[in-house]
């Protein structure tokens, strides 16, 4: 990180001494307020005691379903604010290590037979080329969590609107399917709540940022997790400020510029195949990060003030909008994946000693974990 970030990060907290800090996403442009607002309403509504869950669901979805259901909406609603402090993170991470990159190639450019040449430098050490991928791995990171706050975003939104969708699997694009193939249903009030927040997050998605830019992030995250990586293009660029030599002339500084692809979703072989087509986005990824960072936040945000409406209305009219088995469809899982690690017993598991935020333990009791309710979820349906 940057030491001018790190300065303004270490910036102690105002505030009334011993009283809960308020973390660090104001601090690192992550803040979600109106979200934020959604997940402590989801938290209120959760039930410490019988019928457990989100008690005005009361009697949908089923007493496992609806404990199921409610925890995983307020895991998403959390998670959102967690995905987004993760991204500005790796944002100033990625700062950082592409300054390092231009910085090794700083002297790149030489003068060759009165003519300016690019020579870029012999790597001496495994170090030397270490900023290189570090800087790869931060605007991975900093688009995958950008992603995972919007397939989180994508739970709650089948939570608050009670789409018939599983909770557990929630992936925005699918989501986004759904709703549009909801926009036209209005033979119900509840049809009408749903078909309007459809049209309202088309609306939303083209508002915040240039068009297709939703389905790029989305499909640039894929690429990166689940299929080869692309050719990385790139260039040096002459650097701002320019400097002058004892003789006054400029010297031959460079920067390095690090272009993103234009059509993640396709291979190199079907890029190339074009070649009056650019392949690459013609702006620096310092830009397009940015971009996406804007534009990611504000569609959240906007979201939040629509499931907020949703939600309300949903309380008031609890008959008009039940919560459907199918985002909970096969009741509780029991799959495992056998792994008991590479050196199981090394520090045994013993909850006698459980600390956690209050948050945790209103949760464990509105899914009747405790000891003395855990018992009945043998009798629930």
């Known amino acids: 990180m940057r030491t001018s970030d790190k300065n303004r990060l270490a910036i102690p907290y105002d505030g009334v001494p011993d009283a809960p800090p308020p973390g660090p996403a104001s601090a690192l442009g992550a803040d979600l ?32 379903r609806r404990i199921l259901i409610a925890d995983q909406l307020y895991a998403c609603t959390e998670s959102v604010c967690t995905n987004m402090i993760e991204s500005a993170i790796h944002w100033l991470e990625f700062l950082d290590s592409s300054d390092c990159v231009s910085d090794r190639y700083a002297n790149a450019i030489v003068m060759q037979d009165g003519k300016p040449t690019i020579k870029f430098p012999q790597p001496q050490s495994p170090l030397d080329e270490i900023s290189l991928y570090t800087m790869r791995l931060h605007y991975v990171g900093c688009v995958r969590a950008l992603a995972g706050a919007l397939d989180c975003v994508a739970g709650a939104i089948i939570g608050v609107l009670a789409l018939r969708s599983s909770i557990l699997r929630a992936d925005f694009g699918q ?27 088309e609306r939303l998605i083209s508002s915040v940022g240039p068009g297709g830019w939703l389905e790029w992030a989305l499909e640039f995250r894929n690429m990166l997790v ?22 006054s002339m400029p010297l031959l500084r460079a920067r390095a510029v690090t272009h993103l692809p234009r059509d993640p979703g396709l291979s190199d072989v079907e890029v190339f195949l074009e070649p009056s087509v650019t392949p690459i986005l013609t702006e620096d990824a310092e830009q397009t990060l940015k971009g996406l960072l804007i534009s990611t936040k504000s569609l959240i945000e906007s ?65 009747a974990l405790d000891d ?7 009798t629930f349906d």
């Open 33 to 64: 307020p109106s979200w934020r607002q959604l997940a402590e309403m989801i938290l209120q509504d959760l039930s410490t005691e019988p019928p457990y869950g989100v008690a005005w669901w009361t009697p949908h979805p089923g007493i496992s």
């Open 175 to 201: 989501v986004r399917r759904l709703l549009q193939g909801r926009a036209k249903a209005t033979a119900t009030e509840g049809d009408r709540i749903q078909a309007g927040f459809a049209t309202q997050l």
């Open 226 to 247: 689940h299929r080869g990586r692309r050719i990385e293009i790139g260039q040096p660029v002459p650097r701002i400020p320019r400097l002058f030599g004892p003789n």
């Open 303 to 367: 979201l939040a003030q629509e499931l907020t409406q949703a939600w309300n209305w949903r309380r008031a009219h609890p008959d008009s909008l039940p919560q459907p088995k199918e985002q909970w469809p096969h009741g509780v899982s029991a799959r495992s994946t056998g792994f008991p690690g590479y050196a199981p017993g090394s520090f045994p598991y013993s909850p006698d000693m459980f600390f956690g935020h209050p948050i945790i333990r209103k949760r464990l009791l509105a899914a």
């Open 372 to 378: 003395a309710s855990r018992t009945q979820w043998k």
